[in-house]
Nanobody
């Protein structure tokens, strides 16, 4: 059974930082990507960032580019999202997701295509106070 365990959310003041982790297990694919989404109340789900564990390329949405950094440890099937300079607008439930198969985010077509995740983790709440 494929499982994604997200952790690291919490309450932080504006300007602060948090680090989210997503540990994936229960699958044998060597090629896969782990990504992060968020959904704030009353808003649509937003794709934030992805890392290809196949070639370590990354994708960032414009809303987080320069503030968030995604990294991965393929030996642990784990991805991390370092979030800096947080503001109240970053308050949301954050979800990690797993996409199986080869993707390279250095390929503009791959980066632009919103692959539907094969699996989702449970959400972790991030609240940024002003």
């Amino acid at each position: 059974e494929v499982q994604l365990q997200a952790s690291g959310g919490g309450l932080v003041q504006a300007g602060g930082s948090l680090r989210l982790s997503c540990a994936a297990s229960g699958f044998a694919n060597r090629d896969y990507s782990i990504g992060w989404f968020r959904q704030a109340p009353g808003k649509e789900r937003e794709r934030l960032s992805y890392i290809s564990m196949s070639d370590s390329t990354t994708y960032y949405a414009d809303s987080v580019k320069g503030r968030f950094t995604i990294s991965g440890d393929s030996a642990k099937n784990t991805a991390y999202l370092q979030m800096n300079s947080l503001g109240p607008e970053d308050t949301a439930v954050y979800y990690c997701a797993l996409v199986l198969g080869w993707i390279s985010y250095s390929d503009p077509m791959d980066a632009a295509h919103e692959y539907e995740p094969d699996y989702w983790g449970q959400g972790t709440q991030v609240t940024v106070s002003s």
